[in-house]
């Protein structure tokens, strides 16, 4: 099992869990896993066609998927999927 | 360097940095040539600036239009309890004069804005930014890239932190991704809340300053790897953390500075307006014992330190939330400033047809200034 880790603002959508187990066999199969499993995380994570959102940013590892083959990166087992949000905060 | 002198007492003050064989008197010199922009001087501001100073960065500048407010304390360890209702700029400067009196200090009492920034930033080399919204992010970003500097980028939320830095100059001349690369776009309104409505840990701030400091202090001397084109994440709660490539993106251009507000969503051109309803009268409609339905559209830990006995709503769950809320007599909303309550508001008359809805005009922040100082305000 792959495991996708969730960041702190999705959480809310997720039940509060930090992490998701998959099966998926790609970036893709993973995250469609994942948002039918906590379907309220879809609308933040991808676009009405489905294509993952441009504030959100997808790695494998260490490594950018847009860097990879995109959505259709293979995932092996015990890899980790990070989703990466932008946060804003630090002075208030 | 040559005409960067330090003297007996700073050579005493900065023994323990000479002693590095890296860093010697010529890492020493180099950081007190430098100029360093702090933009901000809260949660991240604080470490990075204290630590800046104690290292003898030459000369500290500090944005900040801020007041300290007592909800501060709990991470900005530059204040104290007698700062409360001071300009955090010129206490953070009195604090870091005190600790360090070789260098130099500036205050910019100002917000940072596109008319200002190019201004301000160029007049250091460097600038660590700990900012605490998406706008600014993005300006800090766009005039740091216009202005060929190199942004150490810091953020904090709840028990997460992010660090890189951003637009480094490379030995060939060539720079290193920047905050746009990593993310072309901010996300909408109201998905990632600020510190204020999201909460942070209050050590968080001092491990990822402390951080930023650090980077700033590499990137000055030379030293080591700077973490440029990669980002480090760091979850407190779990005590993971990650490095993660950010590479650039060819379609990254930047070429003046923008309206950011509008770039962030926060002033949309075309929002519709939304029917209010100030405190005061509300309170008239409790004194008469008017028939109405009060919704909170806050989170539960919010309506734990204050709440109006309204029914307790979160924003996220609003829209499938429709069948509790009356269409057959005034339903008020409101949040902690009004703000989330107008989004609640439209949700609700665009997905539901709602047109009995009100927001509290200045929410439970108004309502205790206003009508109850005993409602506590966060």
Request: glycine share 8%.
């Amino acid at each position: 099992m792959a495991k996708i880790i969730i960041p702190t603002p999705l959480r809310k959508f997720t039940g509060n869990a930090s992490t998701f187990e998959t099966k998926g066999n790609t970036v893709k199969e993973a995250i469609g896993e994942l948002v039918h499993s906590h379907p309220n995380l879809s609308r933040h994570i991808l676009d009405d066609q489905n294509n993952i959102r441009s504030f959100i940013r997808v790695y494998l590892g260490e490594n950018d998927i847009n860097e990879l083959e995109k959505e259709e990166t293979s995932v092996l087992d015990n890899e980790t999927i990070s989703i990466v949000p932008a946060i804003a905060g630090g002075i208030a | 360097m040559t005409d960067i002198k330090l003297s007996a007492q700073e050579m005493a003050r900065y023994a323990r940095h000479i002693a590095i064989p890296e860093f010697n008197v010529e890492g020493q010199k180099k950081l007190k040539a430098a100029k360093v922009l702090v933009i901000g001087s809260g949660g991240l501001g604080s470490p990075v600036l204290l630590y800046l100073a104690a290292a003898g960065v030459g000369h500290l500048g500090i944005v900040d239009f801020d007041v300290v407010d007592d909800s501060n304390l709990q991470r900005q360890v530059l204040f104290t309890v007698d700062d409360v209702g001071k300009s955090k700029a010129e206490t953070a400067k009195k604090r870091l004069h005190a600790l360090n009196p070789h260098i130099k200090i500036t205050v910019h009492n100002t917000r940072l804005t596109k008319e200002n920034a190019l201004d301000l930033i160029n007049q250091y080399d460097i600038v660590a930014d700990g900012t605490d919204n998406f706008p600014t992010r993005y300006l800090v970003n766009d005039a740091c890239v216009l202005s060929g500097k190199t942004n150490v980028y810091a953020s904090i939320f709840r028990f997460e932190g992010q660090v890189s830095v951003f637009n480094y100059l490379n030995e060939d001349g060539t720079r290193g991704p920047n905050y746009r690369d990593m993310f072309p776009e901010p996300p909408p309104p109201g998905l990632v809340p600020n510190c204020a409505e999201g909460g942070v840990l209050g050590v968080l701030p001092g491990i990822i300053g402390s951080l930023q400091a650090c980077e700033v202090i590499k990137v000055i001397t030379g030293i080591g790897e700077p973490l440029a084109g990669r980002i480090f994440l760091f979850d407190a709660a779990s005590f993971t953390t990650r490095t993660l490539k950010v590479n650039k993106n060819p379609k990254t251009k930047i070429t003046e500075l923008i309206n950011y507000e509008q770039f962030c969503g926060i002033l949309p051109t075309n929002v519709s307006e939304v029917k209010e309803i100030t405190v005061k009268e509300l309170y008239h409609l409790q004194v008469q014992s008017t028939d109405f339905q009060l919704i909170d559209v806050r989170e539960p830990y919010e309506y734990e330190i204050a709440n109006l006995e309204g029914e307790l709503i979160p924003l996220g769950a609003i829209a499938e939330s429709a069948e509790r809320i009356s269409r057959d007599k005034k339903v008020i909303i409101h949040c902690r400033s009004g703000k989330r309550s107008a989004d609640a508001i439209r949700e609700l008359e665009s997905l539901h047809g709602f047109d009995n809805l009100y927001n509290l005009k200045g929410g439970i922040l108004a309502w205790s200034k206003e009508i109850d100082s005993e409602i506590p305000t966060y």
